[in-house]
């Protein structure tokens, strides 16, 4: 039997269900990636130096995008093994998670991708299931 694993996916955590002959096996993996806080310029009684606030604002999302990358490595290990992947999840995460595993050059065949909303872990299990079923 070939592995196959579905991994449902956002910016906060990935939730990844592996199907082998050793049976079903699941694994959360959490992400240290916060949101960006907005910057305050115009606090002070000064003019707000706006190209301050641009060399901020692009040092936060380098920041974010470098640990949203390394988060991404971390399910990539996971998913290590697998022959086929089901990536489903709720917004961005899925297709930037796609051309991350495309730029890293993961062997594994992606499925398909599905636009899920928030699913409980044992939904994400039977959706992966059901979708591998025929296989």
Known sequence: M???????????????????????????????????VPTELGNTPEPPD??????VESTQERKSKSR???????????????DSVLVIG????????QKRMKSEKFPAH??????ADKMTDPQIAALVREHFKAD
Request: charged residues 30%; proline residues 3%; aromatic residues 8%.
């Open 50 to 55: 706006h190209s301050r606030g641009i060399v």
């Open 90 to 97: 709720p917004g961005e995460a899925k297709n930037e998670f």
């Open 110 to 115: 992606v499925v398909e991708h599905e636009t």
């Open 2 to 36: 070939k592995t196959k694993a579905g991994l449902w996916i956002d910016h906060r955590r990935a939730f990844v269900v592996t199907i082998s002959d050793k049976g079903e096996e699941t694994q959360q993996i959490n992400s240290d990636v916060e949101k960006p």
């Open 68 to 82: 949203l990358n390394a988060f991404y490595d971390k399910v990539l290990t996971s998913l290590t093994g697998a």
